[in-house]
């Protein structure tokens, strides 16, 4: 079972819990056993369902039990501590769970679809050189509540729960990427949790194939995440070569591509309806070479796979410059003539860089920025050296 960490006020928060934990939380505020599990049942409707955030509107309970609830209980939200808008209409929010801790939570609308990009740690401790994020050093993983409370906090400001725009049956919140900041599967439990929760028919309602888990290449958590979690899979890979991973994304020094290729090709539930989807950051004159795209192809022979190629999105000081656009042409031409299709993904959000690989909490800048300027105070005030 999940376990909620009690608040400053020593109220639980609810978001996040398991059924039965929501059920034992219940039992033990006070509510008698053999009514756990069905007003757990239409706490989760309430919670879930409808999107409440206030005892006093879960009209199905008693109001009694609605008081001992507001005792006991909490629901909440992260602090919005900021909104941006791009251009092209994608939304970042910076949340803070607590003090000094904060994450990005991104959502991208198209014509077909809205997509939910989730944080599941607050930095990360990975540094793949291509990701700004990679240069935050880990806080913490988030837990299962505060992963969800993301998706919680965007069908709020989407009003996309049912009582909203277009009611259930026309969400603009459609699908959600677990690649936002962090390594999902360093917090294996927590992202489990959450994701059965979105998924869950009376809870978020997301159907699994339209969320999906990206990983580095944590490779002894892979088969497990097939088998408790479920979701799509998607490998962020970026090259073919180990000489090549091992310096853009270091974790393939621990596991290197023939294990991690193991791992897919044995990824329970795998097949042309459950295709992996491959991640690949075009980094000019690195991995965007015809050789490169042929050696890919090569190593993905008989994996049910899709390609994403992602442009590069600069941040400042980034090591790297985005690939021109006709060798991404050519690279894809080559990927998609072996028979596997490879859009070339549109940078979404640059101007609020909100793109693939530029989220990094404002608090970290900030601090940062406090860190650098405090120093130059203090070495104009320092006494000059005399010879």
Known sequence: MTAAAPTSAGKTPLLGLTRPALAAALVASGVPEREGRMRASQIWHWLYQRGSTDFAAMTTLSKGLRETLAGHFVIGRPEIVTQQISADGTRKWLLRMGPGVEVETVFIPEEDRGTLCVSSQVGCTLTCRFCHTGTQKLMRNLTAGE???????????????????????QRRLTNVVMMGMGEPLYNFENVRDAIHIMADGDGLALSKRRITLSTAGVVPMIERAGNEIGSMLAISLHSARDDVRDEIVPLNRKYKIA??????????????????????????GVNDSPDDARRLVRLLEGIPAKINLIPFNPWPGAPYACSDWEVIETFADIVNAA???????????RDIMAACGQLKSESVKARASDALNARLAANSSAPAHVE
Not at 259 to 274: I, V
Not at 339 to 349: D, E, F, H, L, N
């Open 259 to 284: 294990e991690l290729m193991a791992a897919c090709r044995a990824y329970p539930g795998l097949s042309n309806a459950r295709r992996i989807t491959f991640e690949y950051v075009m980094l000019k």
């Open 339 to 349: 028979g596997y299709a490879s859009p070339i993904r549109t940078p979404r959000g």
């Open 147 to 169: 992963i969800v409370a993301q998706v919680m906090v965007a069908r709020d400001a989407l009003d996309d729960w049912p009582a909203g725009k277009g009611g259930a049956a």
